[in-house]
């Protein structure tokens, strides 16, 4: 974990990609430790309150989807509010699939994790290893570790583009041509830059040591084995079954239809859709050994510049009046319609997810509303305040 990544001063605090968490107090005891009485009490306690948080940001035109809140292996919370379809009145439920934008990273570096578990790649070789036929000027400079922790210097030609070339089609040997484009912005691994571009051969990577595409191969290594039947990559055909719409809200208020886009633009770094159920699957399988080695799964959460894991930002929650420091795993994600947030508190084993189907979304103040609510902060849902 870097130093930067934890404030020793009693809070919860994130240091993630492009958000960083707003600290809030934390309490010394948690829930799971009363007795059994005493636990029931609290939990369902917490539960009506998290109920009541996601009302306050709903009826304040802040968030609409669904949110999973778990304490270990106790789901506290499990709702939903709004639309998935708001022409027609559909409600969002838990079970309605959502785009969730760069939340599909952790999948990505899982799979590579998977491929040094099995010996076929080894993260600190360059990434000429692995993709030969690539731009000579980066690929015999960057390693596999650097793509995977945003230190890699390559640019995102899409942060160029104009809004109709992310309505069109692309392959991932497009995307990776597109990560060619220029050279490298800094000295591999001397800065952070989040970087799509670099996830993108990371899945490019993947297909060549399978020979199999990557969505075959997440399919095959990740969502089969755990169960995770309402998870896929985001394609314009066959119709997802369950799938929200995506909305943006206007100044004024008023919601309307997110911008289009193919989210075969995202490929590796996003561009998945799922539900806070199959979420929590993921969470829980992280735990078990079941996908990963432990040493895999140690190093998918080390936290390096700026607190970057694999696929996660690293960071730190400290009880008040306590010494020890407890590791958390965070990450967000945004695409025109679409606001995600995932939050593992890893010694507690606690989970926080929230799926969104409108862009605007105070996500880092929901988060921090959330899980300190589970840790104890006594939060007032009728106090919460917006700008």
Known sequence: ???????????????????????????????????????????????????????????????????????????????????????????????????????????????????????????????QAYLPSFKKSIASNVTIHQLLAHTAGIAWAADEWEPEQFARSYTLDELVRFSAQGELLFEPGSEFRYCNSCYHLLAAVIERLTGNGFESELQRRLLDPLGMMATGIVRATPLIEKRACGYERRDDGQLENALLQDQSYALGAGGMYSTVDDLYKWDRALYSNKILSPESTKLMFMGGLNGAGYGWAMGAYIEIGFEDVRELAVGFGGTPGFASGMARLLVDRHFVVFLGNVRQVPQNKLMNDLWNTILGVDIDPAAIAFD
């Open 1 to 127: 974990m870097s130093d930067n990544a934890t404030l020793r001063v009693g809070a919860v605090v994130a240091a993630a990609f492009a958000l960083v968490c707003v600290p809030a107090a934390a309490p010394a005891v948690s829930a799971l430790d009363d007795p059994p009485e005493d636990r029931s009490a609290k939990l369902e306690r917490y539960g009506r309150t998290l109920g009541e948080i996601v009302k306050v940001y709903h009826d304040a035109g802040r968030f609409q989807g669904a949110v999973l809140v778990a304490m270990d292996d106790v789901v506290v919370y499990r709702g939903a509010v709004g639309y998935a379809n708001v022409e027609w009145k559909i409600p969002n439920t838990p079970d309605t699939r959502i785009a969730i934008a760069s939340l599909g990273k952790a999948f990505t570096a899982a799979m590579i994790l998977q491929l040094r578990d099995e010996g076929k790649i080894d993260l600190g070789a360059k990434l």
